[in-house]
Nanobody, 121 residues
Framework: QVQLVESGGGLVQPGGSLRLSCAAP????????MGWVRQAPGKQREVVAA???????DYADSVKGRFTISRDNAKNTVYLQMNSLKPEDTAVYYC???????????????WGQGIQVTVSS
């Protein structure tokens, strides 16, 4: 199991900003596609953003122009900068890591424990 440690969630007013961080083991970070997935109560899980080890980025349509994913390979950390937050962004956000090559003993997909983001006035 690959341990992913998330931080940065919390309560913010509509229009506000938060930055989520996810630290991954240095032994695999550089070869992983990293992403953020969110799950709101009663809704389907949604892939919010992903960034490959080569820097290719994809966003869900619902967050384009508001959220920015980035990675710092020196710190083995992926970030999700969330601006102009809306109540509908309220969810538990999960970090996930997927190695781009098969590594013995390393799962094809690993998840963080999840972190709550609440957007409310």
């Amino acid at each position: 199991q690959v341990q992913l440690v998330e931080s940065g969630g919390g309560l913010v007013q509509p229009g506000g900003s938060l930055r989520l961080s996810c630290a991954a083991p240095g032994s695999i970070f550089s070869i992983c596609t990293m992403g953020w997935v969110r799950q709101a109560p009663g809704k389907q899980r949604e892939v919010v953003a992903a960034i490959t080890n080569n820097g290719r980025i994809d966003y869900a349509d619902s967050v384009k122009g508001r959220f920015t994913i980035s990675r710092d390979n020196a710190k083995n950390t992926v970030y999700l900068q969330m601006n102009s937050l809306k109540p509908e962004d309220t969810a538990v956000y999960y970090c996930r890591a997927s190695p781009t090559v098969a590594i013995p003993g390393v799962p094809g997909l690993s998840w963080g424990q999840g972190i709550q983001v609440t957007v409310s006035s």
